[in-house]
């Protein structure tokens, strides 16, 4: 087993871009999926739609 190298300045703000990088994309698609749930509420939940629901709200969210 090899020893760990100490975080340098470079990896600690490489590894904190890269955590808020995931935090950003999991509260878009927190959203998305939000907003997808609403369109096919709309249409009263009828099979079929669900792609069309999630890339409108796709481009929603975007905006």
Same mark, same amino acid.
């Given at each position: 087993?090899?020893?760990?190298?100490?975080?340098?300045?470079?990896?600690?703000? !490489?590894?904190?871009?890269? %955590?808020?990088?995931?935090?950003?994309?999991?509260?878009?698609?927190?959203?998305? %999926?939000? %907003?997808?749930?609403?369109?096919?509420?709309?249409?009263?939940?009828?099979?079929?739609?669900?792609?069309?629901?999630?890339?409108?709200?796709? %481009?929603?969210? !975007?905006?």
């Amino acid at each position: 087993m090899e020893p760990t190298k100490p975080l340098t300045k470079s990896t600690r703000k !490489k590894a904190t871009v890269t %955590a808020n990088n995931e935090h950003i994309q999991e509260e878009r698609y927190s959203h998305i %999926a939000v %907003a997808a749930y609403y369109k096919a509420q709309v249409r009263g939940f009828q099979p079929g739609h669900e792609l069309d629901d999630w890339l409108a709200a796709e %481009a929603e969210v !975007k905006q």
